[in-house]
């Protein structure tokens, strides 16, 4: 999100559907992290769905940066693959 010491601000509203990390403004001046996926962009406000389920909304104007980051992958199951005589 940072390019040589700046925030760059690199999700549109075709993003709709991708897993995102958004910087976004706090109002006692300092940064959070969110990331999640882009449910809705509508009236300059972002849903994201956290991977808790959770959702969040977010104002376009308080995102400081943001990304498209890639899914996240799937979790193995059942642990080590059985052993070969």
Do not use: K, N, Y
Not at 9 to 23: A, E, K, W
Not at 38 to 50: I, M, P, Q, Y
């Amino acid at each position: 999100m940072h390019m040589r010491g700046r925030l760059v601000h690199r999700i549109v509203p075709d993003d709709v559907g991708q897993r995102v990390s958004v910087r976004i403004r706090l109002p006692e001046g300092g940064f959070t992290d969110i990331v999640g996926v882009v449910e809705s962009w509508a009236d300059h406000v972002l849903t994201l769905r956290r991977r808790d389920g959770s959702s969040v909304e977010v104002a376009e104007s308080d995102i400081a940066a943001s990304r498209v980051v890639p899914p996240v992958p799937p979790r193995r199951r059942g642990g080590r693959p059985p052993e070969t005589p």
